[in-house]
């Protein structure tokens, strides 16, 4: 793969770049397999970053991400907004429809957004919204307003993707359970993993999911949640063992209702960039049967991304 670079943006201070050397994984994902959350970034020079913006990335581009697609042994993406670009959905429109068809997107909208604006978002390959609860990357918007979003892309048959932490739950819970769309969850709603898997926390999130059968999980960014590591670099096979039971546990309970995704380029973190290459080679711990792996990779986001060629 090319390398990272930056345009007429000057990068957040400490921003680790994506992974440039990413391996070859071990574990051969069943054909046809989708990476069902990962984003783009600019390029700024291109496709500047939002004013709004609480960070200012690295640019990943279009061509960067299929490059990784290709190499990850992936057959399509699900392009998910990142928050770097606010509501302005055209790096993600253009990755869309640059991809042949491999890519569908979930895009950010404004109340304001107009009824033309969605159906040409639908023709470019969106499917759902995301609604961003966590602070450091989005300022506050009314719940009623966002209400309002989610009816109006429900009638396109769209669903509604929500990022928030595990603490934030139970103030959420009667808004999240009033979507009247499929609800799907980034990275496991982020548990604490220093926690106990059987503790409360966790607990409510997984009634969320047993008494909506709307709401399905990303079984994603171990990256992000692991506390003890170690990190998937330098070819290491035990990475983010902390987090395999709490991701291990979602996928066995809803096999029908989890979606994986590599998080590239990996926003915001902190201590270490991952090896997208070894972060496939953390699938078969979580999905651990040939059946799993092909509801997760291939059967579940198909049906919810194509679902015209099931
Ligand atoms: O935890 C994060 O920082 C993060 C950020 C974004 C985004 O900025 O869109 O997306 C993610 O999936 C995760």
């Known amino acids: 793969m090319s390398k990272p670079t930056t345009g007429p943006f000057e990068k957040t201070a400490g921003w680790l770049d994506w992974y440039a050397g990413p391996s070859k994984p071990k574990f051969q994902v069943p054909p046809g397999s989708v990476d069902a959350h990962c984003h783009v970034f600019g390029p700024g020079a291109e496709f500047p970053y939002a004013p709004e913006r609480k960070y200012t990335p690295c640019d990943a581009s279009k061509a960067q991400l299929f490059a990784l697609r290709d190499h990850l042994g992936f057959a399509r993406n699900v392009v998910v907004q990142a ?16 991809s042949d068809g491999k890519a569908r997107g979930v895009a950010t909208v404004k109340r304001s957004v107009t009824d033309d604006e969605l159906n040409a978002l639908h023709a470019a390959g969106v499917r759902g919204v995301r609604f961003n609860f966590v602070k450091r990357l989005v300022d506050f918007t009314p719940k009623d307003e966002l209400m309002e979003i989610a009816g109006r892309i429900a009638k ?11 603490v934030d739950l139970p103030e959420l819970w009667d808004f999240f359970t009033a979507l009247p769309t499929t609800v799907v969850v980034d990275h496991m709603g982020r548990p604490d993993v220093s926690k106990p898997i059987d503790g409360p926390e966790f607990e409510l999130f997984l009634k969320f999911m047993r008494e909506h059968p709307n709401v399905w999980s990303k079984v994603s ?22 987090v395999v039971p709490f991701a291990r546990k979602v996928v066995e309970t809803f096999p029908d209702r ?7 380029p990996h926003p915001n973190l902190k201590g270490h960039m991952p090896d997208d290459g070894l972060l496939v080679d953390f699938i078969p711990h979580i999905a651990p049967t040939a059946e799993l792996q092909k509801k997760l ?13 099931k």
């Open 156 to 166: 396109l048959g769209w669903h509604v993707v929500i990022y928030f932490e595990a």
């Open 297 to 309: 990779l291939v059967d579940n986001p198909m049906r919810l991304y194509w679902p015209e060629e």
């Open 258 to 264: 989890v979606l994986w995704g590599t998080d590239w």
């Open 221 to 242: 960014c171990p990256e992000r949640l692991s506390v003890s590591g170690p990190p998937a670099l330098d070819g290491e096979q035990s990475a983010y063992r902390d």
């Open 83 to 98: 928050t770097c670009h606010g509501a302005d959905n055209r790096a993600l429109v253009d990755a869309l429809q640059s």
